[in-house]
């Protein structure tokens, strides 16, 4: 075999161009396979771990009525929700109104006037920087706690946005600022970004914003007890009576089981966009292979003259075929594991090699040689040994 190996590295580097170009197809094939692999794993640990570190007790519900205006929910039916149904710990019925932000020269800020219960705070994981929260003794008073990027557009603006501060509020109203939020994690389950938000009660919500009702409830399940079970009998207990209201429910694990499937079938797809590139460069090994047993007939036919079994030649081309694309292999996995390397580094996600990737690399490169590299061996070994020796 060490014979074998060292007179098809020989053979190789005897046309160092030709095997070049051959080798290029695979390493251009196989580094696109493991890239595409590898950043398809990654960006799905990535998703996983901010749904995991936001919690997986979370639940959402959404409203609405067919052919009916669309009430939303009550605060009182939200609120009450951890009494009536086992495993809801905490839940808070929030609204929203979309509003645009100025603050002095500085380019407008669209961002969101929310109106919830007391227990959002908790219930969304929201944490105050400076000020207080708004109390359910603040009544309709016009209080608002801004987001972190609303501060930032005020402060940019040279004014600031302090505790006890005005700002202008929709048809003419004035809110006063009586807390800043910390940033906070978008969360995918939350269709509310709290970093460009004014979150106030629902009174005073009401008050600004008459034509919108609470169409959202966030909860978190008690630990211990199934989230997806504790959706259903909150969907169940919220229809009763009303049967043309339609409330959906939605857990963290739900979102998380299916960006994990969608992100096994772009895995998938990926891969199979990198195996055309792979095909195109065994075909390349086979052209090359193709090309070495039309040149080198006389040496074929002098090694079958002096007792050369067919299948040695045949596992003579085979050697050399596996070795181009083994090497090609090898240096596209390397390739490829470094940009995903780059592409997960520029993003800011945290690296890791899939587990998949080295061995894939290395199987499809091997099955790309014996594939691609069968049909020239084959030939050759059919090569009559007369008529080789013939051969100028």
Request: aromatic letters at 6%; proline letters at 6%; charged letters at 15%.
């Amino acid at each position: 075999m060490i014979r074998l190996l060292g007179e098809a590295f020989r053979n190789l580097t005897g046309n160092k161009q030709r095997s070049l170009l051959a080798l290029l197809g695979i390493v251009i094939g196989t580094g696109s396979v493991i890239a595409m692999v590898n950043i398809g794993a990654i960006v799905r640990q990535e998703a996983l771990r901010q749904f995991e570190a936001m919690g997986t007790d979370l639940v959402t519900l959404t409203t609405r009525s067919d052919g009916e205006l669309n009430t939303g929910f009550t605060a009182e039916e939200i609120s009450g929700l951890p009494t009536t149904v086992p495993g809801v710990g905490t839940a808070a019925a929030y609204g929203q109104r979309s509003e645009q932000f100025t603050a002095g020269s500085q380019p407008p800020m669209y961002g969101i006037l929310v109106g919830a219960t007391p227990e959002f705070m908790v219930a969304a994981e929201l944490s105050l920087a400076a000020g207080r929260a708004p109390s359910p003794f603040d009544g309709p008073e016009l209080f608002a706690v801004a987001g972190a990027d609303l501060v930032g557009l005020f402060t940019r603006a040279g004014t600031g946005l302090p505790i006890g501060s005005s700002l202008p509020g929709p048809d003419g109203s004035v809110l006063t600022i009586i807390g800043h939020l910390k940033p906070a994690i978008i969360n995918p389950l939350i269709p509310i970004d709290m970093n460009k938000a004014l979150l106030m009660s629902v009174p005073a919500f009401r008050r600004v914003a008459p034509d919108q009702g609470l169409t959202g409830a966030v909860l978190r399940i008690a630990a211990g007890n199934d989230p997806r079970g504790a959706a259903r009998e909150v969907e169940a207990q919220l229809r009763q009576g009303q049967p043309n209201r339609q409330v959906q429910a939605r857990s963290a694990e739900q979102i998380i089981e299916q960006m994990a499937n969608q992100m096994r079938l772009y895995t998938l797809l990926l891969g199979a966009i990198g195996g055309i590139s792979l095909i195109v460069g065994g075909v390349g090994v086979m052209n090359v292979m193709l090309v070495a047993v039309t040149e080198r007939r006389r040496e074929i036919g002098i090694r079958m003259a002096i007792g050369a079994r067919r299948r040695s030649i045949v596992t003579m081309f085979l050697v050399e075929a596996m070795c181009l694309s083994l090497t090609g292999g090898f240096l596209g996995t390397v390739i490829g594991v470094g940009t995903a390397y780059g592409a997960s580094s520029l993003a800011g996600w945290t690296f890791g090699v899939a587990p998949l990737a080295i061995p894939l690399g290395a199987g499809v490169s091997a099955v790309v040689g014996v594939v691609f590299g069968y049909l020239p061996a084959r030939q050759a070994s059919r090569v009559d040994p007369i008529e080789a020796l013939r051969y100028e």
